[in-house]
């Protein structure tokens, strides 16, 4: 079992930046940053599988970067130039032989 812990999320005004970052327990391989809005589902945001192997939903591409740090067994979530529509709770993910583990969420508001 895996456990992760979100942290890094506040309040920002539009155009700033924040780092997240899901501290797992133990070695991980694919992470999955995924955000929520109060109503609606839950939507990937970035996936980092493996070193250099990364996706980045449209509405991210070129603000957001996902990174890690093997030897903290650490996934940042590098966001800039953000904006009220990233307003939402981000939770990253772990797929791990069979099993989707989840932190626990941290807010972001982005105000205008």
């Known amino acids: 079992q895996v456990h992760l812990a979100e942290s890094g999320g506040g309040l920002v005004q539009v155009g700033g930046s924040l780092r997240l970052s899901c501290a797992a327990s133990?070695?991980?391989?694919?992470v999955i940053w995924y955000r929520q809005v109060p109503g609606q589902q839950r939507e990937p945001v970035a996936t980092?599988?493996?070193?250099?192997?990364?996706h980045y939903a449209e509405s991210v591409k070129g603000r957001f970067t996902i990174y890690r740090d093997s030897a903290k067994n650490t996934v940042y979530l590098q966001m800039n130039s953000l904006k009220p529509e990233d307003t939402a709770v981000y939770y990253c993910?772990?797929?791990?032989?069979?099993?989707?583990?989840w932190g626990q969420g941290t807010q972001v508001t982005v105000s205008s």
């Open positions: 980092q599988s493996g070193v250099d192997t990364t």
């Open positions: 133990g070695s991980i391989g694919t």
């Open positions: 993910a772990a797929p791990i032989k069979g099993t989707i583990y």
